[in-house]
């Protein structure tokens, strides 16, 4: 499946330039390094590629579309989903009862690789697909290496048992000791296991996106 190999940082770059507030907008796709000076946004707010020149040849005044359209890429740059699958997401997301935009958020953070992010066991969302891959995660006592395998409440995710003894996750179990998962995850510091309660209601799920204008966007 085809997917996004370039620069990441110019993905935070246009999303801030695209900001009505001028508010830095930061997708967190390098983990630790978004939080530091060395961030790109930090650096340079402006957008990547060849910039305007002359006077009078400001920002244009964006439509009603280009507002949908930037919040359904900035909300499927942060999960790291490709257009198709990302479309998959919320038909079958419209299909539920309730509030269609929850239910599309709710399914993207049962994502075992977003799980293995919000646990706090990778640095950026990226790291924990790669991780995925690598088979070195668990569901309910069996290996999945597939990113998008959807966990569901009562399901038990942990770190395959070959892999706590590498050098890489010594570090990663460290990181994660000083950081509290979300409260629809628990989190076993023993045996390396994880339980999902619940799903997480939308006051929950910190991502900073309008999930109605995605809605608004495909109901076209």
Same mark, same amino acid.
């Given at each position: 499946?085809?997917?996004?190999?370039?620069?990441?940082?110019?993905?935070?770059?246009?999303?801030?330039?695209?900001?009505?507030?001028?508010?830095?907008?930061?997708?967190?796709?390098?983990?630790?390094?978004?939080?530091?000076?060395?961030?790109?946004?930090?650096?340079?707010?402006?957008?990547?590629?060849?910039?305007?020149?002359?006077?009078?040849?400001?920002?244009?005044?964006?439509?009603?579309?280009?507002?949908?359209?930037?919040?359904?890429? /900035?909300?499927?740059?942060?999960?790291?989903? $490709?257009?198709?699958?990302?479309?998959?997401?919320?038909? *079958? %997301? &419209?299909? +539920?009862?309730?509030?269609?935009?929850?239910?599309?958020?709710?399914?993207?953070?049962?994502?075992?690789?977003?799980?293995?992010?919000?646990?706090?066991?990778?640095?950026?969302?990226?790291?924990?697909?790669?991780?995925?891959?690598?088979?070195?995660?668990?569901?309910?006592?069996? /290996?999945?290496?597939?990113?998008?395998?959807? $966990?569901?409440?009562?399901?038990?995710?942990?770190?395959? *048992? %070959? &892999?706590? +003894?590498?050098?890489?996750?010594?570090?990663?179990?460290?990181?994660?000791?000083?950081?509290?998962?979300?409260?629809?995850?628990?989190?076993?510091?023993?045996?390396?296991?994880?339980?999902?309660?619940?799903?997480?209601?939308?006051?929950?799920?910190?991502?900073?996106?309008?999930?109605?204008?995605?809605?608004?966007?495909?109901?076209?």
């Amino acid at each position: 499946m085809a997917r996004y190999t370039g620069p990441v940082c110019r993905l935070c770059r246009r999303e801030t330039a695209a900001s009505k507030t001028g508010e830095k907008i930061k997708l967190f796709l390098k983990g630790d390094r978004c939080m530091t000076k060395k961030c790109a946004v930090e650096r340079r707010g402006t957008a990547p590629g060849q910039k305007t020149l002359g006077k009078g040849k400001g920002r244009q005044k964006i439509s009603e579309y280009g507002r949908q359209l930037r919040e359904k890429q /900035k909300m499927r740059r942060y999960y790291g989903v $490709v257009e198709r699958q990302f479309e998959n997401y919320f038909r *079958e %997301a &419209s299909r +539920k009862k309730g509030t269609t935009g929850t239910q599309f958020l709710q399914m993207l953070e049962q994502r075992l690789d977003n799980v293995v992010y919000r646990l706090n066991l990778a640095g950026s969302r990226a790291q924990a697909r790669q991780l995925v891959t690598h088979r070195h995660f668990t569901v309910n006592g069996r /290996k999945v290496n597939v990113p998008s395998f959807l $966990v569901r409440p009562g399901d038990m995710v942990g770190v395959a *048992e %070959a &892999s706590q +003894k590498s050098s890489l996750f010594q570090m990663l179990l460290d990181a994660a000791a000083n950081r509290h998962a979300p409260a629809w995850l628990s989190y076993n510091e023993q045996e390396k296991v994880a339980k999902i309660e619940r799903l997480p209601g939308r006051e929950e799920i910190d991502t900073p996106v309008d999930e109605q204008l995605i809605v608004e966007y495909y109901s076209r």
